[in-house]
């Protein structure tokens, strides 16, 4: 498969630089070398990116039913989102799942500049609305050099400037008690820019305890407070609840993919303990962007975080209330043939956790009663040179630093442990040839570096793991991108070769608790393609905008030297990863403003356990989104309804991981309706 890809990778070369260039007249397609990357700090075109870097924009999170970020997010060739129940995300780039048996971990996520990830290493992606941000950049591959520690990838969250000033309205209604509305007031003027935005969702959910319901408030302001300066503002408080209905085995899945989990002899159910997770979350972050000339700037911010998360299980019953802070600085320095930066990172965490009894969802008995610490901090460095013949080389690196501390007061005496990590040092080096202005190739090594997140040091099994160890990884890849076809076509292809050492997987108890271990190695090696073709219409033609889309993902991830009860597992596939996703779409707009987005995905089956006895069925699935969108002079209008799951497969989103007693799977929903309306008044 891989030598298939890097013959058609050839082709693609040879046909790109012997094509015709000619420069389009439209804007009506934006081709893959327009758009600009932040990622890495390079702020240039991604034709002149040498990493794996996908990219969402607002318009593409707009084609889909708008209630969720997965299916925009999963365009991305190389990413996996899951969605176990309404509001329980899971996120995978290039394969990390293995240590998420919920939330986002190992993939470090950033808003507009500043850590979201907290200093334990766990990301409530779920406090977002979708109109939270405009665009999303995903790093594929260790992004350690620049991001801190970590061999799954980065997220990249955005908001765009407070333009025009306005207010926005949006409604949407569907299946399954499905209801979201947000207000969006925008102010603007030649020194500052200001957002503000509420949004509620709430949904009863496809299967038995699945209700959900989130409230969003979120201001953001970009003060000018100086010629060379400026401040920015982000807050965000969040008050989320969504029951957790827990998994299923084949049969129960088979029989009634709706029910919640039920009593398994002296156990209870899901619904009996009303399983559930309460999450409300203050987040607010200050940075100041200081420019002192033409060559030297500054971009310094610091961020604190307030959490009260309650989570009432099957087995359990716990409360949490954590406390965050952190900071970075980068600086940089512009020279004619590159530029410089360096700076670091620096992050704390503090967090009390009492696990009670579980008494019908009410907390009973004390248990345990402990308090966790946990600093960590790194350094970075990148430099880039732009040497003749357009060519481009970024040298960069960062040391690492993780101590976690651990008191459990419920003891008697009182149990104290720490775990300090030694510092470790992260290097990339990455080369870029632009051959010209449609073909640019692209060949980086990157060392990744992820040591145990907290809930893997201290999982929910309810001790403190002394003994796991780091994730250590080499990456190294090769790409191509560019556009041919009069620039009609653009194109994007990696292929790229992971080695990760003391891989941590999940291990599952059989009354649900989890823990985690070392597994040995893997090897993922894989591809990504993504293509998009968009003819060169003119502007009074009926047919006003028309594009056709793919992208394509390749694993081939396989556990190596690791061994469990005496089995050697050498050679499996790697738990939890289809080997093939295939995603695919059309987008047309027709000059009255009707328009339709139409989507296909297919992913092939998934090994559900690390033996490979337990696979999860391969599944498609088709969508559609259509409507009429109008702008007048100070109006503008969307109307729009669409179907999720049009061929009403019965499939698993999101499995448990090794679980005991094969209770792997997490029905998603059958075939759903939704429609909205988005309105808009400009104030200039």
């Known amino acids: 498969m891989i030598r298939g890809l890097i013959l058609f990778i050839c082709i693609v070369l040879a046909f790109s630089a012997t094509a015709q260039q000619e420069s ?28 794996s870097v996908g990219v969402v924009s607002e318009k593409d999170f707009s084609r889909f039913s708008n209630s969720s970020l997965l299916p925009a997010i999963n365009t991305i060739p190389g990413v996996r989102m899951e969605e176990r129940s309404p509001g329980s995300y899971r996120l995978a780039i290039r394969g990390s799942s293995l240590r998420s048996p919920f939330g986002v971990r190992n993939v470090k996520v950033y808003w507009n500049g500043l850590p979201f990830t907290d200093a334990g290493g766990n990301t409530y992606i779920n406090l977002f609305d979708q109109s939270s941000f405009q665009q999303a950049e995903v790093i594929k591959g260790p992004g350690t050099s620049l991001y801190g520690a970590g061999t799954g990838g980065v997220l990249l969250l955005k908001n765009s400037p407070a333009t025009p000033s306005g207010v926005n309205i949006s409604a949407l209604a569907g299946s399954y008690g499905l209801m979201q509305y947000s207000v969006q007031a925008k102010a603007q003027d030649e020194q500052s820019s200001i957002r503000v935005l509420y949004a509620h969702q709430q949904s009863d959910g496809y299967r038995e305890q699945t209700k959900m319901a989130r409230d969003v408030i979120q201001a953001q302001g970009d003060f000018m407070v100086s010629d060379k300066g400026t401040l920015s503002t982000n807050i965000l408080y969040t008050d989320i609840y969504y029951q957790t209905p827990g998994a299923l085995t084949k049969q129960q899945f088979d029989e009634n993919p709706k029910q919640a989990r039920p ?66 600085t980068n600086t940089q320095y512009d020279f004619t043939k590159g530029k410089v930066n360096f700076g670091g990172e620096y992050q704390r965490s503090f967090s009390p956790v009492k696990v009670y009894a579980n008494n019908l969802g009410q907390s009973a008995a004390l248990q345990t009663d402990d308090e966790i610490s946990i600093n960590t901090y790194f350094a970075f460095a990148q430099a880039e040179f732009f040497l003749p013949s357009d060519f481009f080389v970024t040298l960069g690196g960062s040391i690492n630093k993780l101590n976690v501390s651990f008191l459990r007061l419920s003891d008697m005496p009182s149990f104290e442990a720490d775990r300090k990590f030694d510092v470790v040092f992260s290097p990339r080096v990455a080369l870029l040839k632009k051959v010209n202005d449609d073909l640019s190739i692209h060949a980086s090594y990157s060392q990744g570096y992820s040591p145990p997140t907290v809930q893997e040091l201290y999982p929910s099994a309810g001790y403190f793991d002394q003994s796991l160890n780091p994730e250590r990884g080499n990456n190294i890849e090769f790409g191509v991108r560019g556009t041919a076809l009069q620039k009609t076509l653009s194109y994007d292809l990696v292929v790229y070769n992971f080695h990760l050492d003391q891989t941590i997987v999940v291990r599952r108890l059989e009354d649900s608790g989890e823990y985690f271990v070392n597994a040995g190695k893997t090897l993922q090696r894989g591809a990504e393609v993504q293509l998009s073709w968009s003819p060169d219409l003119s502007p009074q033609a009926f047919l006003s905008d028309f594009r056709l889309s793919t992208s394509y993902t390749f694993n081939d991830y396989t556990f190596k030297d690791y061994k469990k009860d005496n089995t050697s597992y050498d050679g499996n596939d790697l738990t939890g990863v289809a080997p093939n996703i295939l995603f695919a779409s059309m987008d047309a707009e027709l000059q009255p403003g009707v328009y339709a987005n139409v989507n296909y995905t297919y992913t092939s089956s998934i090994p559900l356990n690390d033996a490979n006895t337990d696979y999860a069925d391969s599944y498609s699935l088709l969508a559609a989104r259509a409507g009429f969108r109008k702008e007048w002079k100070k109006l503008s209008l969307d109307i729009f309804g669409g179907v999720d799951n049009l061929l009403d497969k019965k499939y698993s989103l999101g499995n448990d991981l090794n679980a005991l007693g094969g209770r792997y799977y997490n029905a998603a929903p059958g075939i759903n309706y939704f429609a909205g309306i988005k309105t808009g008044w400009k104030l200039e």
């Open 24 to 51: 389009r007249s439209t804007d009506s397609t934006k081709i893959l070398s327009e758009v600009v990357i932040e990622a890495f700090q390079y702020d240039r075109p991604l034709s002149e990116i040498p990493a």
């Open 263 to 328: 009593a398994s002899g002296a156990g209870p159910g899901a619904v009996e303990q009303h399983a559930t997770i309460y999450n409300k979350t203050f987040y607010s972050g200050l940075s100041y962007d200081y420019r002192w000339n033409d060559r030297w700037s500054n971009k310094t911010g610091a961020y604190g975080t307030l959490t009260q998360f309650d989570n009432p299980t099957i087995r359990n019953y716990e409360r949490r209330a954590e406390q965050g802070l952190g900071a970075r």
